[in-house]
C-alpha cells in the first residue's frame, strides 16, 4: 500500500502546520514542524542535476490549503524518485501522526461533579424521567410544552440531553449534580462539570474557557491544548468518542454558549441548567426538557426539618409551615430560611413568620426598602431578612464582596474588599456561610449564588455608594496585583517587567511560595478570578491597575496558555495603557501590552495579528524612547519569523534587538535585564542558524550563547538548560548523536531541580534518540523509560502512549 496518498500528506501537514502555527503541540510539535522544513529545504534547492536550487526563493510555511496542496504534490513526486527522501518522509508521517487529535485522546477518567449537599429533597421525578429517557432510547424529544416536536432526536446517534429549566433558586444545580451522581454507575468513563455562569451575558463562561477545563480533567496537558476554540471542541469531541459519560453544564446562558461542549458520543448523557428555555436544543439536538417547579408545601417542610432539625419543627410545625409557604417552595429560599434558625438557638418559628408577614402584607403601592421589583421574589425576600439578621461587620462585607461576579474568593481577597484582616475576614466569611449566604467551594474559598450575589450588589450600591464600592474594588484588584507579581517573580526570576508591584514582590508584598512550581499553581488556581479583577478594574476607571495586572500575568499565560483570557485581558491592557500615556501615565506600558497581546495572538496561530501588534509595539516604544520595550518587540517578531520558518528573516530581527539592547545607557530603564536579554537573544540566533541548516554555525552560536548564560549576575539555570537541549538536539540534528549526549545529560540534571516535567521528559526523548543513532538499545529504553515515566507523573497520556509504542518497537 502506497503510504504517500495526497490525502496522508496533506492530511499531516495541516495537523502539523496548526499545532507548530499555535504552539499547542508544544516541543513536538515544534521538532515536528522543523523537520518538515528541512525536508522541504532539501526539495526547495534541488536543481535539476541535484544541485542547490536558489532561485525558488526564501523557505517560508505554508499559509492555506492552496500552498499545503502543493506541497503535499511535490513531498510525494520527490519520495517517489529518491528512495533517501521517500525513508525521511515516512519517518515523518509516523511522527506527524502523534500530533492527530487522536493521538491526544487520554485514558484520563474525570471526576470534576462537586460535592452534594447532605439535604437535597423531592425532585425523584426528575430522576425518574432521566432513567427513563435512557432505557427508552430517547426517541421523545419534548415534554408536550411546547418547546419542540422532538424530531431531531428520532433515531438520534447522538448522546442524550436533558435541559433542566426554571427561574434562580429553584435548584436546577443541585438536582443535575444529584442526578448525575445517582447515574454514575451508567456512565464508567467519568463525569464532567462546568459552571457557566450564565444569570447574565456579562457573567457568561467563554465556551474555550470551559472546553480547556475539561480537557485538562481529560488529561491534556497545557503544551497539548488547542490554542483557538474550534481546535478544543474538535479534540474534546475526539477525546469523547465512544465513551460513556456525565456532562453537566450548569447555568448556560444561550444555545451559542452550549454547543461546543456537547459531546457527540452516543453513549454519553448531557444534562443542562438554565433559566432559559434554550429551544435552538430541542430543535437541533432533540434535547428532553424538564422544567423544575417549586417544591410542594411537604416538602418544603421536609427540607426545613432537614437543616434545622426534626426537634425545632415537630413542636411547631404551623408556623414552621407558614414560613415554608412564604418561601414559595424555592430551594434557595429555605436553605437560607433554615440556616437562620439553625445558627439562632432563640430564633422561632412564629418571629420568622411575622418578620416575613411585616415583608409581604405592605399596602398597595407601598415601596420597597431597596425599590426593586425583584424584593417580591421569595428567595429575595429570604435573602434580604437574613442579610438583616448580619451584625454590621458581616453585612458589610458581604455587600462589597457582591460587587463583581468572582469565580471563587479566597480569605486575603475578602480581607482586602473590606480594609481588614485576614482573621477577622475568615471569621465572618464563615458567619455568612453558616447563614447560607456564602457556599464554601474549596479550603477557605466561597462564592456566591447568583441571586445572592445581586442582592448584595444592589445593597452595596444602596448603601455603600460610589466611593465605597470603587474603594472596595480597587483594594480587590491590589490584592490581586501584588498577588500575582509576587508569583510571577517566583515563576520566572529576574525578568524584566513594568510597574511598581515588582518591587514590594521583592519582599514577599505579603504573598510568599515555596518554589515556582508552587507559584505557578497558585495563578493557575486564581487565573479567573485574576481575569475579573481585571475587567472590574476597567469598569471602574482604574487603568493603572489594568495593564499591571496584565503584566503581572505574563507567567501564567506563557507557562499555561489559556489564550482567550489572554487575549480578553490585554485587548483591555492595550486600551488602559494608551489611555494612561495620554493622561501623563506610563508611557511604556503600550508597547508593553502590544507585546504581550501579541504573544496570545502567536498562541492562537494568528500570525498575521501578531505581527500588527508588535509592529504596533516597537512603534509606541520608539515614541516613548523606550528602547528595552523596543527591543523585545523585534524579538518577538524574530520568534514569529521562526514559526513560519522565515529564518534568515528571524535571525535579522534578533540581531537588530540585540543593537537596540546595546544602545541601553547605563541607568537607562532595562539597563539590569540587558545581558539576560542579550544571552536569550544569542540562543534565539543559534535556532535560526540550525533552521536554515547551517549545523556548524548554529553550533557555535549556542555554546556562545551558553557562555554569556554562564557569565549572568543572576543565574538563570532553566533557560541555561533550554540552550543545552538547543546544543544537543542540533548536534543530533548534523549528525553527531555521541556529542549531544553531554549537553542533554546536564540539561536534563537542571531541568530536574527546577522542576520542568515537560521539559526534563523531552529531553529525555531527545537523549533517546542519541542512544538509537548510536544503536545502543539498552540506554534508548532506559531514556524512554524515564521520558515515561516523566510523562506519566504530568498526566500526558498521548506522550506515554507515544513512548510505549516506541519502547514496544525495541522489544
Not at 12 to 21: E, I, R, S
Not at 561 to 574: I, P
Amino acid at each position: 500500500m502506497d503510504p504517500f496518498t495526497m490525502t496522508a500528506v496533506l492530511s499531516a501537514l495541516n495537523t502539523v502546520g496548526q499545532g507548530a502555527m499555535s504552539g499547542a503541540a508544544g516541543e513536538l510539535g515544534r521538532r515536528t514542524s522543523e523537520g518538515l522544513a528541512g525536508l522541504v529545504r532539501r526539495l526547495w534547492h534541488r536543481g535539476e542535476d541535484g544541485s542547490p536550487d536558489d532561485s525558488t526563493g526564501p523557505l517560508a510555511a505554508p499559509a492555506d490549503d492552496a500552498e499545503r496542496r502543493r506541497l503535499a504534490a511535490l513531498l510525494i513526486e520527490e519520495a517517489r524518485r529518491e528512495p533517501g527522501f521517500a525513508d525521511d518522509l515516512a519517518a515523518w508521517l509516523r511522527a506527524a501522526r502523534w500530533l492527530e487529535p487522536a493521538a491526544l485522546t487520554s485514558v484520563a477518567r474525570p471526576r470534576l461533579l462537586p460535592p452534594g449537599t447532605a439535604v437535597f429533597t423531592d425532585r425523584d421525578q426528575v430522576l425518574a424521567d432521566i432513567t427513563a429517557l435512557l432505557d427508552s432510547g430517547g426517541d421523545d424529544g419534548d415534554d408536550g410544552d411546547g418547546d419542540g416536536d422532538g424530531s431531531a432526536a428520532s433515531g438520534s446517534v447522538g448522546p442524550r440531553i436533558v435541559a433542566l429549566v426554571g427561574p434562580g433558586g429553584i435548584g436546577k444545580s443541585a438536582t443535575a449534580i444529584h442526578c448525575a451522581r445517582a447515574l454514575e454507575e451508567r456512565f464508567p468513563d467519568g463525569q464532567l462539570h462546568t459552571d457557566l455562569k450564565g444569570d447574565s451575558a456579562r457573567t457568561a463562561v467563554a465556551p474555550s474557557t470551559a472546553l480547556v477545563r475539561f480537557l485538562t480533567g481529560l488529561g491534556v496537558t497545557p503544551d497539548r491544548m488547542p490554542a483557538d476554540e474550534q481546535g478544543q471542541a474538535d479534540l474534546y469531541r475526539d477525546c469523547t468518542a465512544g465513551r460513556r459519560m456525565v456532562v453537566v453544564l450548569d447555568n448556560a446562558h444561550s444555545a451559542a454558549q452550549l454547543m461546543p461542549l456537547l459531546t457527540a458520543a452516543p453513549g454519553s448523557l448531557v444534562i443542562v441548567t438554565s433559566r432559559h428555555r434554550l429551544p435552538e436544543l430541542v430543535r437541533d439536538y432533540g434535547a428532553r426538557v424538564i422544567r423544575l417547579d417549586p417544591l410542594t408545601a411537604a416538602d418544603s417542610v421536609r427540607l426545613l426539618t432537614r437543616i434545622v432539625g426534626a426537634e425545632r419543627v415537630a413542636p411547631h410545625r404551623p408556623h414552621a409551615e407558614a414560613v415554608a409557604a412564604r418561601c414559595g417552595g424555592l430551594p434557595l429560599a429555605l436553605c437560607e430560611t433554615g440556616a437562620r434558625v439553625a445558627v439562632r438557638e432563640h430564633l422561632n418559628w412564629e418571629a420568622l413568620e411575622r418578620e416575613f408577614a411585616r415583608r409581604d402584607d405592605r399596602l398597595p403601592g407601598e415601596p420597597t426598602d431597596m425599590n426593586d421589583p425583584a424584593d417580591d421574589d421569595p428567595a429575595h425576600r429570604a435573602t434580604d431578612l437574613s442579610y438583616r439578621d448580619l451584625a454590621a461587620p458581616a453585612a458589610r462585607l458581604y455587600r462589597l464582596l457582591g460587587l463583581c461576579p468572582w469565580p471563587g474568593i479566597p480569605v486575603g481577597a475578602a480581607a482586602a474588599a473590606a480594609g481588614i484582616g485576614e482573621a477577622e475576614a475568615r471569621r465572618l466569611l464563615e458567619a455568612l456561610a453558616e447563614v447560607h449566604l456564602l457556599e464554601e467551594v474549596g479550603e477557605e474559598r466561597y462564592r456566591f449564588h447568583d441571586v445572592v450575589r445581586r442582592h448584595a450588589e444592589r445593597r452595596a450600591h444602596e448603601e455603600d455608594g460610589r466611593r465605597g464600592t470603587a474603594d472596595a474594588v480597587r483594594r480587590m484588584a491590589l490584592w490581586y496585583l501584588r498577588f500575582a507579581a509576587a508569583a510571577d517573580a517566583q515563576v520566572i526570576p529576574g525578568r524584566w517587567h513594568l510597574g511598581p508591584a515588582y518591587a514590594q514582590s521583592g519582599s514577599g508584598g505579603g504573598h510568599a511560595f515555596e518554589s515556582a512550581r508552587t507559584a505557578l499553581a497558585a495563578l493557575r488556581r486564581e487565573h479567573e478570578n485574576l481575569a475579573e479583577a481585571v475587567r472590574a478594574a476597567e469598569e471602574y476607571g482604574f487603568d493603572e491597575l489594568v495593564w499591571q495586572l496584565c503584566e503581572a500575568t505574563w507567567s501564567l499565560h506563557l507557562r499555561l496558555g489559556l489564550h482567550e483570557q489572554w487575549v480578553a485581558t490585554h485587548r483591555r491592557g492595550v486600551r488602559a495603557a494608551a489611555r494612561c500615556a495620554e493622561e501623563f501615565g506610563d508611557r511604556r506600558a503600550e508597547g508593553r501590552m502590544r507585546a504581550q497581546l501579541a504573544f496570545a495572538y502567536l498562541g492562537r496561530g494568528q500570525l498575521a495579528d501578531a505581527a500588527v501588534e508588535l509592529a504596533a509595539a516597537a512603534a509606541a516604544d520608539e515614541r516613548a524612547g523606550h528602547r528595552r520595550g523596543q527591543a523585545t518587540a523585534v524579538e518577538s517578531l524574530g520568534l514569529v519569523r521562526l514559526r513560519q520558518w522565515r529564518y534568515e528573516e528571524a535571525e535579522e530581527d534578533f540581531r537588530q534587538a540585540k543593537g537596540i539592547l546595546r544602545g541601553i545607557a547605563p541607568g537607562e530603564d532595562g539597563e539590569r535585564d540587558v545581558p539576560r536579554a542579550l544571552a536569550l537573544l544569542e540562543h534565539h540566533i543559534g535556532r535560526a542558524l540550525r533552521g536554515q541548516g547551517r549545523h556548524a554555525d548554529a553550533v557555535r552560536q549556542l555554546r556562545y550563547a551558553l557562555s554569556q548564560f554562564h557569565d549572568l549576575r543572576e543565574r538563570d539555570p532553566y533557560n541555561e538548560a533550554r540552550v543545552r537541549m538547543s546544543l544537543g538536539e542540533t548536534l543530533l540534528a548534523a549528525g553527531e548523536p555521541a556529542a549531544a549526549r553531554t549537553p542533554l545529560d546536564e540539561a536534563l540534571a537542571v531541568l530536574d531541580s527546577e522542576g520542568a516535567v515537560l521539559q526534563q521528559a523531552d529531553a529525555a526523548e531527545l537523549r533517546a534518540a542519541c542512544a538509537k543513532a548510536l544503536a545502543d538499545a539498552a540506554d534508548e529504553a532506559r531514556q524512554l523509560r524515564a521520558a515515561r515515566g516523566l510523562y506519566e507523573a504530568s498526566g500526558d497520556g498521548a506522550a506515554v502512549a507515544r513512548v510505549d509504542a516506541r519502547l514496544s518497537e525495541l522489544t
